[in-house]
């Protein structure tokens, strides 16, 4: 595969789109819980031991990701691999990330069924739900380490979790994103931060993206 696409150049130093995706690999045995276990095992295994990105660039794709409808963390993983190596790369991420899940999933989805019919006991699957709160728990917790550092972001932290808890319509979503956005600028001491910003956004691709989130809001 390196024939055919190259190296990419990150930081000054080549990356081999082989062992990007031996990585990819890795992270997909590790992986188990949701998203959330799944960026914990990023971190471990694509920020940490690997350096393909830095600490600070991974939790805003994951902000950015979060946005985004759809498999927070498969965009994730997928933006990396274009981040690293274009589209091409970005595909066979994907493909190596979702395909391999996608077909464990399917099967497991049958399990119930082929249990039930071969009058066995389902009490093993019951540990499935306790494993995946535990890898969510730590994966929470690394995070956490990482992007909760000041007054500020504890107050964000606790106001998201408490409104999304207590308010479970869906328009809660946006409107912690919302304020988390206005507030974190508000309190911002960076001079040129709007100096830097310049919006050219794709609108095309933007009035598509409004016209889904509208309907599935007049839709819940």
């Known amino acids: 595969m390196?024939?055919?696409?190259?190296?990419?150049?990150?930081?000054n130093r080549r990356i081999s789109w082989s062992a990007f995706l031996k990585d990819v690999?890795?992270?997909?045995?590790?992986?188990?819980?949701?998203?959330?276990?799944?960026?914990?095992?990023?971190?471990d295994q694509l920020v940490v031991k690997k350096k393909y990105l830095k600490e600070e660039e991974f939790v805003e794709l994951i902000a950015l990701c979060?946005?985004?409808?759809?498999?927070?963390?498969?965009?994730?993983i997928v933006s990396i691999g274009y981040k690293l190596g274009g589209p091409l790369l970005a595909f066979f991420t994907f493909l190596i990330w979702a395909v391999p899940v996608l077909t464990v999933m399917t099967i497991l989805s049958f399990s119930f069924v082929f249990l039930e019919a071969m009058n066995l006991s389902e009490e093993g699957l019951r540990f499935i739900?306790?494993?995946?709160?535990?890898?969510?728990?730590?994966?929470?917790?690394r995070i956490g380490?990482?992007?909760?550092?000041?007054?500020?972001?504890v107050f964000l932290f606790l106001f998201?979790?408490?409104?999304?808890?207590?308010?479970?319509?869906?328009?809660?979503?946006?409107?912690?994103?919302?304020?988390?956005?206005?507030?974190?600028v508000v309190e911002s001491k960076k001079d040129e931060l709007w100096t830097r910003i310049t919006i050219s956004p794709p609108w095309p691709f933007m009035i598509v993206f409004l016209f889904w989130q509208l309907g599935a809001a007049w839709h819940y």
């Open 2 to 11: 390196d024939k055919m696409a190259g190296k990419h150049k990150l930081h």
């Open 25 to 43: 690999v890795i992270c997909f045995f590790g992986a188990y819980g949701g998203p959330e276990a799944h960026f914990g095992v990023f971190i």
């Open 66 to 76: 979060g946005m985004l409808p759809g498999p927070t963390s498969t965009q994730t």
């Open 129 to 141: 739900g306790p494993m995946a709160v535990g890898f969510i728990l730590v994966a929470a917790y």
């Open 145 to 153: 380490l990482r992007v909760i550092k000041d007054r500020l972001t």
């Open 160 to 184: 998201g979790a408490t409104s999304t808890y207590f308010v479970r319509d869906p328009w809660v979503f946006p409107l912690v994103l919302l304020v988390g956005g206005i507030l974190s």
